[in-house]
């Protein structure tokens, strides 16, 4: 008596339904993670190119703020009173020379400092972005050793610190000289790169 195999009709139900599987599904699961693939080294690269444009534009805004406070230190510098000024200590004249040569600009703050390194005048801007005047006579505010050290070589040190109000500032320290090359005093600018220069990121990134 001959007999009959049960899993006859389910094995073969079960080839066809692999082989659908490999030849319909599989493909498509392929094409599917490819494209998906493409597409996210795509939006990758486009990020990555937007990152890299936003650096520069960052860059050209810093760079442009720190030109303009090497344009007042050149201003300042090319008036041979306010230079006497420095080394002569008179805090009267170089408050009514500065605020006159710095209140248009950018900055936010601006010190005034002897030959000798000490300060002798304080700039800062309220809150109606005036500038407001501080006579310095305290002989312990002086230039830390080692700016003096390195201005002695070069004409001025810029750096961009972490300010009080959970921003960036940019400093900008400059020295005076006279034609022999002689130090005649010192210059501390400070922009508070928190507002205008955010504002500015903004525009250049949407632009």
Partial sequence: MKIKN???FSSLRSVLIT???VF???PLVLISWYSLRQFQQAIESEQLQRLQSN???VAVIVSDYYQQLKNNQEALASSSQFVEALVQSNRRFLKDFSYAGLSLSFLNSASLYSPSGQKLLILNRDRQNNLQ???????DQV?????VKHLANQDELGTVVESNTDGLTLVLLSKFKNTE???QGYIE???DLKSLFLMRVKNKIKS
């Fill in 181 to 183: 090359g002689e130090i």
């Fill in 133 to 139: 005047s501080q006579f310095i006579f305290s002989e």
């Fill in 19 to 21: 082989w659908f599987f």
């Fill in 6 to 8: 049960p899993f006859r």
């Fill in 189 to 191: 600018q400070q922009i």
């Fill in 24 to 26: 319909s599904i599989l």
């Fill in 143 to 147: 230039l830390r050793e080692d700016e």
């Fill in 55 to 57: 650096g520069r534009e």
